[in-house]
């Protein structure tokens, strides 16, 4: 029990310190994010991968990083498959292993009784140094582990950050090629309201010298219609006198 809780606080200690890391890297590359804010980051990623996978596999690929999730899980599915390949397989080797140590223990016994006693103090060194080589392989297998798992993680994380760059790098290109049709709809606009201001002034024009032409035949109209009234009223004036 002590030797599983101090390799799960191990595992603690190096997850802690990969996130750190992952942390420094995106501070580098201009992006402020904490180790925790990294690692719900990652949860949320694997959460949505799953999801997608289990519920609806036709459209999983809407999640994102699908391929990359997807080829890090493949790849640590297969590894562990060999591992416990491995560790099945080790066992058997281990059985293979004691079939000769009991021919040779039985060949110590009739030694022992032609005359030695020394096979019975061989075994309990052979059995611990069994357990040594065990704990050994097994150490291994776990280092080879957790390392098969950080490199997966340091790659998903290196995608992770190439398809961010390229993903800001589109969002610039669409906000610059925003910005140019904006300017071209405003020129085009400032165009058309140019030619509807002069399209304006033309019939204002227009009709104010319609309204002019108008004037000046009422003005016509009166003078004469003034000239006809002043001429009748002498001529009766006349006949009168």
Known sequence: MERESAAAAAARRSAKTLWEAVSARLRERGYRRTAEQCKCKWKNLVNRYKGKETSDPENGRQCPFFDELHAVFTERARTMQQQLLESESGPSVKKKLKRPSGDLSSEDSDDEED??????????????????????????????????SISSIHELLQDFLVQQQRMDIQWHEMMERRSQERIVFEQEWRQSMQKLEQER?????????????????????????????????????????
């Not at 704990?135 to 080879?144: H, L």
């Open 201 to 241: 002034l033309m019939l204002e024009h227009t009709w104010m010298e319609r309204e002019e032409q108008r004037r000046m035949r009422e003005e016509a109209r009166a003078e004469k219609r003034d000239a006809l009234l002043t001429t009748l009223l002498n001529k009766v004036l006349q006949e009168d006198l």
């Open 115 to 148: 005359g030695g006693g020394d096979s019975g103090d061989e075994k309990p060194i052979r059995s611990r140094k069994r357990k040594t080589a065990d704990k050994r392989q097994q150490s291994q297998r776990m280092a080879e582990k957790s390392r098969t």
